[in-house]
């Protein structure tokens, strides 16, 4: 690692570990607020697409800025991006390196990674060097249980869809990185995990409850000090079944291509990275606390992210008492196109269902845990597909799950759609599971 990038590492990492330094939120909003227009005076000028942006405003009315999302930051790749690349060229080496599995290609100094999504919506990102050791500088600032100066070695064992540059950053005496292709065998994983014995495991949570069951079973036997949630939300009962077997609470890493943004605290809340961004939330529901969050990052520099709408349901959360006043998250309730849609009884208009109680309805139904998963295919019909091979049990939960989708239905003054039931389908190796899902668009929908 050259010294200035050494440099950056540290300072990033100092200050990750001392959140606690804000004393207020109005020193948070104001160390924002500075940040941001630094931020700005940065990378305006070498990017045409946000100059056009601010032809209007100046520097401190950023939150006048129209919203971005990511078909735009598609659209507008090479006119957002200040580092000159072409979205045709970064296409090719992003999708080279996923093919080959080899991570190490680059342009100009710049990892170039694909974001999942369906063929035709992935999303292209960029991320200079500079970043990435400040993104490593200060997850693991906030990760890694003890101080990477004086505490004890740290193994980490990081399983992702596809690696990139971005992990193999993180490598040095104190701490070791081990990559974990999601798309491999789980015998090969346990193989592994049993070999290295990491300290911390980083995974999706449909991957750390697939290692709970092993380690049930015997198979796997690790004793990792930390266990971190990533990519995928989290639900309540992965998230139970996972602390019982590993004996110890489920972290989380809220991160996205579009940046790193909340982790939970030694508290176990799920903490905003307000130093890193900012969020505007845009209501779903107030009273709830639902929100689609608008992010704006001041240390993305690359390819810059400015009031950019993100495709995910949040729910606000309470005051924490670990001390630090970073905003807090409830839950990542999971992507806007998830949310299912109830017809109103009173006036056929449309309501907003929460994919939370979508879930209760199905987790209430058993005292085991159950695999499912449950897809609205229109306004009138949802589909739940169950893993229940015995058929005196399996009618016993569809005739709970049917009564608990009538009540729900009932309570939200909405019409009831037809409930089917059938077999539970696991995703493909490597693709992301999503238990709740909404499988039509509506015309002013919310996404
Ligand atoms: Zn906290």
Redesign the pocket.
Known sequence: MKINLLYLFLKEYYLARRVNRFKSIEQIKQYQEEKVRLHLSKIVPLSPFYQKRFEQHSFSEWRKLPLMDKSIMMKSFDELNTVGIKKKEAFEVALASEESRDFSPKLEDVTVGLSSGTSGNRGLFLVSQEEQVRWAGNILGKVIPTSLFFGKKQTIAFFLRANSNLYNSVNNPKIAFHFFDLLDEIENHIDRLNRYQPTIVVAPSSKLRILAQAKKEGKLSIQPLKIVSVAEALNAEDKLEIEEVFQQKVHQIYQCTEGFLAY??????L?VNEDLVIIEKEYLDKQAGKFVPVITDFTRTSQPIIRYRLNDVLTEGET?????H?M?LKQIDGRCDDLFYGKRIKDEGVRILFSDFIRRAIISSSDVSLEYKVKQLTFDHINVELSLPDINERKQVQMTIKGNFEQFFKEMECVLPTISFSTYQAPPRGIKIRRVERCFQIEGGIV
Do not use: K, V
């Open positions: 939970t605290c030694p508290h176990g809340t903490h924490c008492t670990c001390g630090s970073f807090t």
